[in-house]
């Protein structure tokens, strides 16, 4: 089977060298022309482990092929995916300006049936208006199908998501899509990867339910952690308790500074318009939503307070993406917060493997460095942003050697109070208690 994927960004690219890896024949189109002279190269525009290496071997093994040509890219496939972008409106809507104008491209280009598949988070009611697009711009009418199969990626992980997912959602009023879709994914069925055939409205929604309902649990497990603090419990054992029962379940529940990303922020943001428009508020959803919110600015206090003020000191900061194993940036919680920092009079020294030099441009105040070690050089505090592993084994005597004064801030609970307390530091977590020389009871 020839597949095209349209859109080469996280999600589209992910898909088309999966693909390619499962013996698919597949056509990646995008518009930008420097960014597919790139892909033809091998070289990938983002960080995500093991994708330069598969789109290499797609490359080489001539199943992965890039082009500008939309035209080319229909009418090489039987099954086209659309992957391009869906940010929010002011509004919190979803911009489907993007998904629509590939519909039109699709459309001029159709010379016989193809399966249209929609791999963009999109709202409820996309697969509609795009066959009503297509439809409109077809020179002459060809039969089609659209079909609903949101992805569930988690970036540093989207490999292995791809390859061995929890379920695949396939939304179609077709016997003969969901029959090609099928076929598709047949590589699946040897690791019994449940298939859930619905219809297009509701495979939309599951994908915004699922994630406002992980979102949910990040932001339920923050306001504990807040409550912890004013108790004297332990978050992470409250937790731990939380997790055991299987009908909860341990994932998410890691206190922290609030949830980022590409996905969550703009499918709440999504979701709770869509409730609106249809005289359905969406009550939990937008308090989740508001519950990040504060949490940032939550965390921005506990930075203030742990200094006694902002102004004049220099705090270093250890991670910058949105989380470990990627160099994504979008809605990520130290960029919010060290906007804040800045903005209060901190100077900032910062190090991220691999979202440091985008991150600077973010923010020009930032001081990139080249290690941990370095950001904390000189600093008042240093604090742990993200949790990658190259931060879960700090030197705490090289640290303390290099920095103004041995504060802690582990604004992700990597570290054992006592252990960095032992150690003579004054250590600052999230929904535990703060310990060492001069840490408030």
């Not at 995500?48 to 082009?67: D, H, Q, S």
């Not at 998904?99 to 988070?121: A, D, L, P």
């Not at 998501?161 to 899509?177: C, E, H, I, K, T």
């Not at 859930?196 to 915004?208: F, G, N, R, S």
């Amino acid at each position: 089977m020839h597949i095209s994927v349209i859109g080469t960004g996280y999600v589209g690219l992910v898909t088309g060298a999966c693909f390619a890896e499962f013996g698919v024949n597949v056509t990646c189109m995008d518009s930008d022309a420097r960014r597919v002279a790139s892909l033809e190269k091998g070289d990938v525009p983002f960080y995500e482990p093991g994708i330069k290496e598969l789109v290499a071997k797609g490359l080489r093994e001539n199943r992965l092929r890039f082009t500008t040509d939309i035209a080319k890219a229909v009418d090489e496939a039987l099954v086209l995916f659309i992957a391009v972008g869906t940010p929010p409106r002011g509004d919190g809507s979803a911009d489907l300006s993007y998904v629509e104008e590939v519909g039109r491209g699709i459309g001029r280009s159709m010379t016989g049936y193809k399966v249209i598949v929609t791999k963009s988070t999109v709202p409820v009611g996309t697969g509609h208006k795009l066959r009503e697009v297509i439809k409109q711009t077809q020179k002459e009418p060809i039969r089609f199908d659209v079909v609903s199969n949101p992805e569930f990626l988690r970036e540093g992980s989207a490999i292995e998501d791809f390859m061995r997912p929890n379920r695949v959602v396939l939304g179609a009023d077709s016997d003969q899509a969901i029959a090609i879709l099928k076929d598709l994914y047949r590589p699946l069925y040897l690791i019994e990867t449940p298939i859930v055939v619905t219809d297009v409205p509701t495979a939309e929604l599951i994908k915004y339910a699922s994630n406002a309902f992980l979102a949910t649990k990040i932001s339920f497990i923050n306001e504990i952690a807040n409550l912890c603090e004013k108790v004297g419990a332990n978050v992470q054992m409250v937790a731990k308790g939380m997790g055991l029962d299987h009908r909860i379940g341990s994932k998410f529940l890691h206190a922290g500074p609030g949830f980022g990303g590409s996905c969550f922020p703009k499918d709440l943001a999504a979701l709770i318009q869509t409730g609106e428009r249809h005289g359905q508020p969406m009550k939990i959803a937008s308090a989740a939503s508001k519950v990040n919110e504060e949490q940032r600015k939550r965390m921005v206090t506990k930075i203030r307070e742990a200094l006694g003020g902002l102004k004049g000191k220099t705090v270093g900061m250890l991670g910058l993406s949105f989380k470990p194993n990627t160099n994504d940036l979008r809605e990520a919680p130290a960029l919010v917060i060290g906007e804040e920092l800045s903005a209060e009079g901190a100077a900032i020294r910062a190090y991220d493997p691999e979202a440091l030099e985008e991150a600077c441009r973010v923010l020009p105040a930032v001081q990139a460095c080249r290690d941990a070690y370095h950001a904390a050089e000189g600093a008042d505090a240093l604090i742990i942003m993200t949790e990658w592993n190259l931060f879960r084994n700090l030197e705490f005597e090289k640290l303390k050697a290099v920095m103004k004064s041995p504060v802690l801030l582990d604004l992700r609970n990597i570290y054992d109070p006592a252990r960095v307390a032992a150690a003579g530091f004054t250590y600052i977590s999230v929904g535990r208690q703060a310990q060492g020389p001069t840490a408030k009871a």
